[in-house]
């Protein structure tokens, strides 16, 4: 491992460690919140105090063990409130502050469940957008006023820890090797086209985003950097009830939703549609120098104009059914529609000692129409033992991808005898995939102080991908002839099965979580019609280890170390010499090595009254690290391919704060500072390099009136070292407005990269290879968008006459402004 990188963060660590918390000074409440009905502790629940005279609030999170401390009051009389996803609020009046009564114990805190299902939110201010855990961070993004009428990928920029590339290739803390799970499970969208489905999927459909940063044993191993999983709505509510919305704005964006949800004691049936329309126009130019610093320079300018449209339809419905109270089945299915074209054009001028010889003019069409469907069947029984529950889960989803492209290059020749010649060239491409998940999951308290949890899961995916090349051979005719040089069709099947166990214990405030995970890989792939076939069969340890010490009511410190995989795709294995660019080649490998990644993290959480920390300091060390490396051809031309190099380290430091300064204003911000060192490999002309980066956002939410919001975020991503260069910085402002009209109608409008100004560029030196040059380039995929919002709310059902029986159980708690709760949809992450 790399101590140097180490070395590095220590500082971070120890300077940030030394920085204590004024001590808080006047009354105090203090309790523990339990669930109503089994007594359990609920961690990371929302408590808070409000001043009848003066209508402050100060809030704060429960602990791991359902503890709360809400310290700093001064002497009046106060209303206790505590609201946690999937339970009824709960409101306690009469809490009294004085100076003979500094202290009020409340005790055990009990609030009742929802009957087994998730309310629906309806509240009349934001709730919190963000909520901390040892294992996981969770983003409520359905406030998000800057993401309203755009995709899923929009909403990924819009959550700390995550970038996104102009390409919409998603990465966390740095890294592109992230997971991305739908639901809590692997899909058709783990393919190749994780960029492409993300902007197909609106992003009204999609209600919570969980970041895993470091996962367990429990989870699947895939992933260098850990999982993002997308949660879809569900939107459940007693009774009948629904929404409904549209948006419109510049460069023909449209996009609706409708929601669903009927439920009953015994079924609860939900269901959502959404539809998105829109045209995103970038440009970008590459300016490349061969033989830099000589006679015989070559310099190539390149610039390029695009315009992406995308339609889709995602269709989600899905039904619990209630078995007896303590077992469910749910039945769901996810559909996602989708046609994407793009249209681009552009030149490259070839000039040699300030002479144009030679000019390139493209202007290029491809058309993709495909759709995705997801089938699941999930099962939960819970035992009579409280804590012990086992679940499973049948998955199974199939992407079909059908695509044309028509290639035209116009060459003309300045200074040599060569006569100037056009290249016409026709794809198609037809894609299939299918995956199937089996899984299984059981937990078993051993004690009051400990558990065991113990899986199961095989995943079984093929892709197969044939992409057909047409060139002309009869300018007079415009007749095309099939070219089997340029064809190729690829099957790409993989096996994955794994079991894990997982053991926890506390000890007082120290906890243990230490587990194994054993994964078995075998992957096939194959051009058809030749002999060519390649395999990959490894079997692998994966354990985990987490170490938590409890320092006071508010602090929890937590150690951890996982290993971790990320096996290389079907794209970047297929050995097919992709010549569509006539500049710049790319090249699958087939004897790509998976990628090995330990990873260590120091996290530390603090929560005051009105602020909320969670501060990691991490380091991963990668061997067998993939790359794509460029090389030249020739004078003119590059090659790009995928190639393990030696290995890559990151460490570095990451802050995420939620201050909640008054009941009119809100600010989240993350910042995380790193240090990259890739060790290079002379072999594939790669040097070392290394460089610090960081980035960083801050979202902040005001409410000056009662029925309006505003939204405003910026973000910054630094300079960053690459394998042969480096990525320039990258930087933008978003904003967002809502107004509430009634309680259930309300208009919102937003601008996205408001001043323009987000565009991805790198510099590459290579200049140790036999032909050495160096380049500059930039891309922008989307120029600034506005959009407007108008939603609808409707129905309700029988919730008020069951929410009354409930607030007179619940010492009053449960009206129906206050619900809480947060209608995930699809569950937390489970093991995968």
Excluded: C
Aim: proline share 3%; charged share 20%.
């Amino acid at each position: 491992m790399n101590f140097r990188v180490i070395q590095h963060t220590l500082l971070i660590l120890l300077t940030f460690f030394t920085i204590n918390a004024a001590a808080q000074t006047g009354g105090t409440v203090t309790g523990k919140l339990v669930d109503g009905n089994t007594g359990q502790p609920l961690d990371f629940a929302s408590v808070s105090v409000t001043n009848k005279a003066d209508n402050t609030t100060k809030g704060i999170q429960t602990d791991l063990n359902g503890n709360f401390k809400i310290d700093g009051l001064k002497d009046g009389a106060y209303t206790f409130k505590a609201t946690f996803l999937g339970y009824l609020t709960l409101t306690q009046e009469g809490i009294q502050i004085s100076p003979s009564n500094k202290t009020v114990q409340l005790g055990l805190v009990k609030i009742k469940p929802a009957k087994g299902v998730l309310k629906e939110v309806v509240v009349t201010g934001q709730r919190s957008q963000i909520k901390l855990s040892t294992d996981k961070k969770v983003f409520s993004v359905d406030q998000s006023l800057v993401s309203q009428g755009g995709s899923a990928t929009d909403l990924l920029t819009n959550v700390p820890s995550v970038q996104v590339d102009v390409e919409g290739n998603v990465a966390l803390r740095g890294s592109n090797n992230v997971r991305v799970l739908v639901n809590g499970k692997p899909s058709a969208i783990s393919g190749g086209s994780v960029a492409d489905i993300l902007q197909s999927i609106p992003a009204s459909a999609i209600e919570n985003i969980e970041v895993i940063t470091n996962p367990s044993s429990k989870y699947d191993a895939e992933g260098q950097s850990g999982i993002i999983n997308i949660i879809l709505k569900r939107n459940a509510q007693i009774g009948f009830n629904g929404s409904v919305a549209g948006t419109v704005g510049n460069q023909k964006t449209q996009n609706a939703s409708l929601n669903l949800a009927y439920q009953t004691s015994k079924v609860n049936l939900f269901g959502n549609y959404s539809y998105r329309k829109a045209n995103r126009i970038g440009n970008g130019y590459t300016n490349r120098t061969t033989y830099p610093g000589t006679a015989n320079a070559i310099f190539q300018n390149q610039e390029s104009d695009q315009t992406f449209k995308f339609n889709s339809h995602n269709i989600r419905t899905g039904i619990d059914i209630n078995l007896d109270p303590k077992t469910v089945l749910t039945l769901s299915d996810n559909i996602n529609i989708r046609d994407r074209d793009r249209f681009q054009n552009g030149g490259t001028g070839i000039t040699t000692k300030n002479a144009l010889t030679q000019r390139l003019t493209q202007n290029n069409f491809s058309g993709n129409s495909g759709n995705n469907i997801d089938l699941n069947a999930d099962f939960s029984h819970k035992y009579k033992q409280q804590g012990q529950e086992l679940t499973a889960n049948v998955g199974y989803s199939t992407q079909k991808e059908d695509g044309d492209e028509n290639l035209y290059t116009l060459y003309n020749f300045y200074s040599s005898a060569r006569a100037d010649s056009a290249f016409k060239q026709n794809n198609y491409t037809t894609g299939r995939q299918r995956n199937l998940n089996f899984q299984a999951d059981y937990t078993m308290p051993l004690g009051k102080e400990s558990k065991l949890e113990a899986g199961y899961r095989s995943t079984f995916n093929r892709n197969d991908n044939d992409y057909r090349a047409f060139a002309l051979v009869n300018k007079t005719q415009d007749q095309f002839l099939f070219d089997p040089t340029r064809s190729n069709h690829l099957i790409y099947n993989e096996q994955v099965h794994a079991i894990y166990t997982n053991y926890q214990r506390q000890f007082g405030k120290f906890g243990v979580q230490a587990g194994v995970r054993l994964e078995d890989a075998h992957i096939r792939s194959r051009l058809v019609g030749t002999t060519d076939e390649f395999k990959q069969d490894y079997f692998r340890v994966y354990p985990s280890i987490f170490l938590s010490d409890k320092l006071t009511e508010n602090q929890t410190l937590q150690l951890s170390y996982t290993r971790r995989v990320s096996r290389p795709r079907d794209r970047q294995i297929n050995p097919f010499l992709d010549r569509s660019d006539p500049l710049n080649y790319q090249q699958g490998n087939p004897n790509l090595r998976p990628e090995d990644t330990h990873a260590f993290e120091l996290s530390y959480m603090n929560y005051w009254n009105a602020l909320t920390l969670t501060s990691s300091v991490y380091y991963r060390y990668t061997n067998q690290n993939i790359q794509q490396v460029r090389l030249p051809l020739d004078s003119v031309r590059t090659i790009t391919r995928f190639d393990n190099i030696n290995s890559a380290a990151n460490a570095g430091y990451e802050l995420i704060a939620k201050l909640t300064a008054s009941s009119k204003l809100d600010l989240t911000g993350n910042v995380n500072v790193y240090y990259r060192n890739i060790k290079g490999d002379p072999a594939l002309f790669v040097q070392s390099t290394s460089g610090y980066a960081f980035n960083g956002n801050l979202t902040a939410n005001i409410k000056p009136v009662k029925k309006l919001g505003i939204q405003v975020r910026g973000d910054y991503q630094g300079k960053q070292v690459i394998a042969q260069g480096y990525s320039k910085a990258m930087y933008g402002l978003d904003g967002g407005v809502r107004y509430d009209i009634t309680k259930a109608l309300n208009i919102s409008g937003n601008v996205r990269d408001v001043f323009n100004t987000r565009k991805f560029g790198s510099i590459i030196n290579n200049t140790s290879v036999t032909i050495p040059y160096t380049s500059e380039s930039y891309r922008r995929f989307s120029f600034r968008t506005i959009s407007f919002t108008l939603s609808y709310r409707f129905g309700g059902g029988g919730t008020e006459q069951k929410k009354k029986k409930n607030q007179d159980q619940d010492n009053g708690g449960g009206s129906p402004d206050d619900m809480g709760g947060g209608g995930m949809g699809g569950g937390p992450l489970r093991s995968n």
